[in-house]
């Protein structure tokens, strides 16, 4: 038999499971009475290079040169400033604060310009000489089936970060991780017939030259290089023409891992928006317990 429950006043169960009465109040409630300890001037023996706020979930809005040409995702953001040793700590509510203004101002919408202009204002109200931000995003994009040509959604992992420095100006970088298809030229060598294929992720870190306006959309030209270099390319739908063409492709154009970093290099090196890149691929080997992984930087 089901026990009969007699329920006390919601405040008296509270304080069965330990809620107190309020105590005395005695320190002030108004900002300008209140001590700011992050705001203490002494010496406090080292420098930071960085301090800030990181996995800050907010709404933004992406512009693609592929459709859909604008969608709205969420992002992850990490910001941060120097402090010097005589400063005790930062303002941690000044950096969702801005955050906050761009929201509220029509959306952030992602651009490396919006992002410049973002960590100019943010060191200027935290009362620094620097200010950097980091976004990390899923970009996503229509992929049709070879033959059939239905269309899908991909998505590939997508971040901007962007640095800013009082007197000297900006820098700033991207990564872009995809999936690819690879297929085993030593397979295929070896074998009477097949070769084993599997699912590959080519990163590519690169910084942009000081005179990148966003003419072209990094993230296409990014992906682009890591897709016409492989054995295939993934799709999110395929009917059976569809993967009779993919996997005739794939083992017409056989790739290692050290293919793959080598010809993706080629085409970021021809990219005159980049100056400097590193490039790495990990396959989820099919037959292998381990994965495969290569990588190189340049810098031009």
Known sequence: MTRKIVLPPKKERHKLFGSIEPGLKLKPTEKAQMPDL???KRDF???IDAVGISNVKYPIIIESDLNPKQQTTIASFKMTSKIS?????TNMSRFTEQLEIYRQNGGFILTIKNLFDFTKELAERLKQQDASIEVTFPWFYERKGPSSELIGLNHADAKISVSYVDGVGFTSSASLTCGVTTLCPCSKEISEYSAHNQRGFVTMNVEFTEDYHENKDWKVALLEAAETNASAMIHPVLKRPDEKMVTETAYENPRFVEDMVRLVAAD?????????FTVECRNEESIHLHDAIASLSFRK
Do not use: M, P, V
């Open 38 to 40: 992050q705001n203490t």
């Open 45 to 47: 023996l080292f420098s």
């Open 268 to 276: 970021l090196y021809e990219l005159d928006f980049i100056q400097a």
């Open 85 to 89: 040793h005589d400063s005790k700590g």
